[in-house]
């Protein structure tokens, strides 16, 4: 017996589609999803980013920016999979052809030390969303030129960057020792919620995509360690390099 997961349909007659947004200007074709809060509203404040819309209240309400040159958008999609793939349906909708999508990330391997950089190369699919839109697999990979060519422009900005495999999950709260020595046995350096199905949204729709993440609390250890890894300055220095011309 399958799974519902595994009933993977590749049509394109959706009942419900998603609708574009109407924002001051229009959208812009290229986007950066930040998760970092703080740090779009640091550019705002310096009128580095300026708001020309938001989503609906019904999911959250979150603010639209742009550059002052309308060059790229900004937003924050919401966390995990199902939020943030729909955020990011509307942005396509929208007319958005580019996507950069800046995180964090519990380090899953030594290695992957705080503030630590990676461009996402390969996925693991442990979340619901993505099987919507590809067919069921245990990974999704990453557009291998798109990849090299983001770990190069970071360079350019002065931020270090190697490639590494994520697993991405839909409960954070379930990720349980055996299941992060697994994912450390598979090679997997980091986890977060959200790679894998913005990753497949984006393959499904023919959008250009890159995931960055930096290594945050870690889950490597004996225990849970926070790291203070909201307060890090890797999240300021990550946005400043996305809507940076070298990254589009």
Do not use: N
């Not at 705002?44 to 708001?51: D, K, N, S, T, Y």
């Not at 996925?123 to 557009?143: I, K, M, N, Q, W």
């Not at 986890?191 to 995931?211: I, T």
Request: aromatic share 8%; glycine share 10%; net charge negative.
């Amino acid at each position: 017996m399958t799974i519902p997961l595994e009933e993977f349909d590749d049509s394109d007659d959706s009942v419900l589609r998603p609708r574009p947004i109407a924002v001051d200007g229009g959208f812009p074709d290229t986007a950066v999803l930040c998760f970092f809060r703080e740090a779009i509203e640091e550019l705002r404040e310096q009128g580095r980013l300026v708001q020309i819309g938001k989503f609906s209240d019904e999911i959250g309400g979150a603010g639209i920016f742009a550059t002052p040159d309308h060059r790229v958008a900004v937003f924050h999609p919401g966390v995990g999979g199902p939020l943030s793939a729909h955020c990011l349906e509307q942005a396509i909708a929208s007319g958005v052809r580019s996507v950069l999508a800046i995180g964090g990330a519990g380090a899953l391997a030594e290695e992957f030390s705080r503030d630590d950089v990676i461009v996402v190369e390969s996925a693991v699919r442990d979340e619901g969303t993505s099987f919507h839109y590809l067919p069921p697999g245990r990974r999704v990979d990453f557009d291998p030129d798109e990849v090299q060519r983001i770990v190069r422009a970071l360079g350019e900005h002065g931020i270090s960057a190697r490639v590494g495999v994520t697993w991405t999950t839909d409960a954070d709260f379930r990720e349980t020792r055996a299941r992060v020595e697994r994912r450390r046995a598979e090679g997997c350096a980091a986890v977060e919620m959200e790679a894998a199905s913005l990753a497949a949204v984006c393959q499904f729709r023919g959008v250009r995509f890159a995931h960055v993440l930096y290594s945050g609390d870690a889950l490597h250890g004996e225990s849970w360690s926070e790291r203070a890894w909201t307060t890090s300055s890797r999240r300021g220095q990550l946005l400043e390099a996305a809507i940076g011309p070298r990254m589009q």
